[in-house]
């Protein structure tokens, strides 16, 4: 069956320093992957998306790519603040428009 | 411009009752989604709305679940008999469209109804 993983373990750095996040998929090839960030109470906030012929995209602080052949996608916050501590999730669509995702990944940014 | 509003925020039900749970999506958005968010785990598919017609209910998980979006824009969740297991949080979602080929759109979600069954 598909299977989206995301790192179980929250991921703590000191401010500054750059967060990867890790999502890796099975048993499917997906057209694109979507990056999705949540804070608690709140419902997920898109980030990025990036297409299985692009390998990197940047958007300000954030980097994604995109590796079709280890069926891997690996999610960078360079600079990180505190502010960016939430959870990231990483979503597929295996069927052309609902998104399955990952369990997400907790990240703390401490001053 | 408004987002996506859910209501209620909260619902505490007992075991058995009917709820139903409204989702008023971006305006000019004609996909919906509902999603359900238990704790610890990523949001789950449940069903997905192009216009008035359910294109995809296949994550409903039982015919207790049902969806309606009647005019093409509101659309209620419903739920009979609940049981304690359906306790989670509701999300709400809508983009553009859905997706056509190689031009996938972002969903934008709304903050959801938690829902509590006692």
């Known amino acids: 069956s598909q299977k989206i993983e995301q790192n179980s373990e929250a991921l703590n750095i000191q401010e500054g320093k750059t967060a990867t996040l890790t999502c890796n998929y099975t048993?499917?090839?997906?057209?694109?992957l979507q990056w999705y960030r949540q804070d608690p109470g709140r419902g997920p906030v898109f980030l990025l998306l990036?297409?299985?012929?692009?390998k990197e995209k940047r958007k300000e602080r954030l980097k994604v790519t995109f590796d079709t052949t280890l069926k891997q996608s690996l999610f960078h916050i360079t600079a990180s603040q505190p502010a960016d501590s939430a959870t990231y999730l990483c979503?597929?669509?295996?069927?052309?428009?609902?998104?399955?995702f990952g369990k997400g990944t907790s990240l703390l940014v401490t001053p | 411009g408004a987002g996506v509003s859910q209501t209620p925020s909260n619902k505490v039900t007992e075991k058995g009752k009917y709820v139903e749970l409204r989702c008023d999506p971006i305006s000019g958005h004609t996909a919906l989604y509902w999603y359900r968010q238990s704790l610890g785990q990523g949001p789950e598919f449940l069903i997905y709305f192009q216009g008035t017609g359910a294109a995809d209910d296949s994550g409903l998980p039982n015919d207790r679940f049902f969806a309606v979006r009647p005019e093409g824009s509101v659309s209620t969740l419903k739920i009979q008999r609940t049981e304690r297991g359906d306790s989670a949080v509701y999300l709400c979602?809508?983009?553009?469209?859905?997706?056509?080929?190689?031009?996938?759109?972002?969903?934008?979600f709304g903050p959801g109804t938690r829902l509590t069954v006692t």
């Open positions: 979503a597929l669509s295996f069927s052309g428009y609902a998104l399955n």
């Open positions: 048993n499917y090839s997906p057209a694109y």
């Open positions: 979602a809508s983009s553009q469209a859905g997706t056509s080929g190689s031009k996938p759109y972002e969903q934008y």
């Open positions: 990036i297409r299985e012929n692009e």
